[in-house]
């Protein structure tokens, strides 16, 4: 494997609509996508289109999945639902391990879903250090991808796995606790990774392809 | 006695901004809320009102029609009346039976203007097939009332089938030629002379071109 690409899912419902969401919401542990963040999903599927991705992984929740199900539908690929790049289960955000959508509604909603993908990770409630938590169980979901997979691959997370799974990839002890300047952190920012003298560079981290890019 | 009425059909719904997943992850689905299309539509007609003389609000039960009056009613101080004469049409192809909505309670502590002492004129029956007679004249018992018992100008908040029943009915039996029934439209009729004339019916108030659908 020599060519990495993650993204942090599109901009979120709750975000566009503080006032009301959680009050019509079926699940509110589990935002979906707002209508620009299903835009920004369909604009990165166009971006990355002949990168020669061979398979997608994606945390479970609801605005990952549709991220990840939007680009695999454009790239012909299936979405393998990996656990282990799901959001932090911080206290501050999730009062339990959050309600999010079932797996067998998952598969009517979204028609990418590989079925026959086991999770290798399940987190446990609570993490609520993302450098050590959310980086140690990133970094065993990685061992396990690059053991069974070998050609380029998309990860489709969150705020905290994208910049944790950021971290697993650059040299361990180097590690920086806060994402440096080149690293973008918007919604839907694609960040690309090129395998160079064994070492994984960081070779563009961008929004540039997004017609909608969120202020938060 | 009423002699202004502004007709105001709801903003933009979520559904129409979200075709492909909104109803999977609504807790109820007959009850879509306003877009963030909607929510701006709304507050630029409230924006817009603050220089008319409106008096009272009326508004349908619904999520969207009580946020677009809960957004109008917050920029002019006044309290939401909760009309159900001025409810969605419970047309059968729409809801397969009568439709779940806030209770009472859940849309007082959500939408802090409502008066909770009005009580509903009107409560119309499931179902209701005769766009024609039943739902306009649900929506005239509930408008005429309204006229008779309340002074100066009012705002209607309703849906598609009742904002357009409501300048019907007050047109009556004159033509209701003019009525724009995009969403967040504002419909303006005056009472001159002993009948209703119409005003204006206009979008120019929001900053992007509304719907119909």
């Not at chain 1, 973008?184 to 563009?204: E, P, R, Y």
Request: charged share 25%; proline share 4%.
């Amino acid at each position: 494997m020599d060519k990495i690409f993650l993204l942090r899912h599109g901009m979120r419902l709750d975000l566009e609509d503080e006032a009301y969401w959680r009050h019509y919401a079926k699940r509110i542990d589990d935002t979906p996508l707002s209508a620009n963040g299903i835009k920004q999903a369909q604009e990165t599927a166009e971006l990355i289109k002949d990168e020669g991705i061979k398979h997608i992984f994606a945390s479970p929740f609801f605005r990952t999945l549709q991220t990840a199900n939007i680009i695999a539908q454009k790239l012909d690929l299936k979405v393998n639902i990996e656990y282990g790049f799901m959001e932090q289960l911080a206290e501050i955000w999730f009062s339990a391990f959050p309600e999010i959508i079932p797996q067998e509604e998952a598969y009517e909603i979204f028609s990418n879903i590989n079925k026959d993908y086991k999770s290798f990770v399940i987190p446990k409630f609570p993490e609520n250090v993302s450098k050590v938590d959310v980086f140690g169980r990133v970094g065993r979901t990685l061992d396990h991808v690059f053991e069974h997979y070998d050609e380029p691959i998309l990860i489709v997370g969150h705020g905290a796995s994208v910049w944790e799974t950021t971290r697993n990839l650059w040299e361990k002890g180097r590690a920086n606790e806060h994402p440096p300047e080149e690293y973008n952190q918007k919604m839907c920012a694609l960040h690309k990774f090129i395998l160079q003298d064994g070492k994984w560079q960081l070779v563009s981290s961008t929004t540039d392809h997004l017609s909608y890019v969120d202020t938060w | 006695m009423v002699n202004e009425v502004f007709i105001l059909r709801h903003g933009i719904r979520l559904d129409i901004d979200d075709k492909a997943y909104w109803r999977h992850y609504l807790k109820r689905n007959d009850d879509v809320p306003l877009s963030n299309r909607g929510i701006i539509q709304a507050e630029e007609t409230g924006e817009f009102l603050k220089k008319e003389n409106v008096r009272h609000i009326f508004s349908s039960p619904f999520f969207r029609t009580l946020q677009t009056a809960q957004a109008v009613a917050a920029k002019l101080n006044l309290p939401i009346n909760v009309e159900y004469g001025f409810m969605e049409m419970l047309n059968p192809d729409w809801f397969p039976a009568y439709p779940e909505l806030l209770t009472q309670e859940e849309a007082l502590s959500i939408f802090p203007s409502i008066n909770r002492d009005y009580e509903s004129i009107v409560q119309p029956e499931y179902p209701e097939t005769d766009y024609e007679v039943v739902v306009l004249n649900r929506v005239k018992k509930a408008l005429d009332q309204i006229i008779m018992n309340y002074d100066g100008t009012i705002l209607i908040v309703g849906h598609g089938a009742s904002t357009e029943s409501a300048a019907k009915a007050l047109m009556l039996p004159n033509d209701w030629q003019g009525f724009d029934g995009k969403m967040c439209a504002l419909n303006k009729y005056v009472h001159e002379n002993g009948k209703w004339t119409f005003a204006f019916g206009t979008t120019e108030h929001l900053s992007t071109e509304s719907i119909l659908n």
